[in-house]
Nanobody, 127 residues
Framework: QVQLVESGGGLVQPGGSLRLSCAAS????????IGWFRQAPGKEREGVSC????????YYADSVKGRFTISKDNAKNTVYLQMNSLKPEDTAVYYC????????????????????WGQGTQVTVSS
């Protein structure tokens, strides 16, 4: 059974950092693209970052470039999202998603193209 479990969310002050984890079970990351998405109250879901099956292609939303870093540890079957210089507008529920098809161009940010989703983890950036 394919399962994704996010963790690492919490409350952090502006300018702080968090590292989110997306632990996969029931499948190996070698064969899956992993995307991070977020959804704030009253807003549409948006793509945050994506890492290809090989790890050689990475995408970021413009709003997080230079602040967030996605990485994967195949040995632990886990993908991470390191979030630095957090801003109040980063407040949202963060989800990871998986799909077997590599993404190109802007398709990485289209949530409908991912088959499997985690339950989400809340990130709140506030003083």
């Amino acid at each position: 059974q394919v399962q994704l479990v996010e963790s690492g969310g919490g409350l952090v002050q502006p300018g702080g950092s968090l590292r989110l984890s997306c632990a996969a079970s029931g499948f190996t990351l070698d064969y899956y693209v992993i995307g991070w998405f977020r959804q704030a109250p009253g807003k549409e879901r948006e793509g945050v970052s994506c890492i290809s099956r090989s790890g050689g292609r990475i995408y970021y939303a413009d709003s997080v470039k230079g602040r967030f870093t996605i990485s994967k540890d195949n040995a632990k079957n886990t993908v991470y999202l390191q979030m630095n210089s957090l801003k109040p507008e980063d407040t949202a529920v963060y989800y990871c998603a998986a799909d077997t098809h590599d993404k190109y161009g802007s398709s990485w940010s289209k949530g409908d193209l991912y088959d499997y989703w985690g339950q989400g983890t809340q990130v709140t950036v506030s003083s």
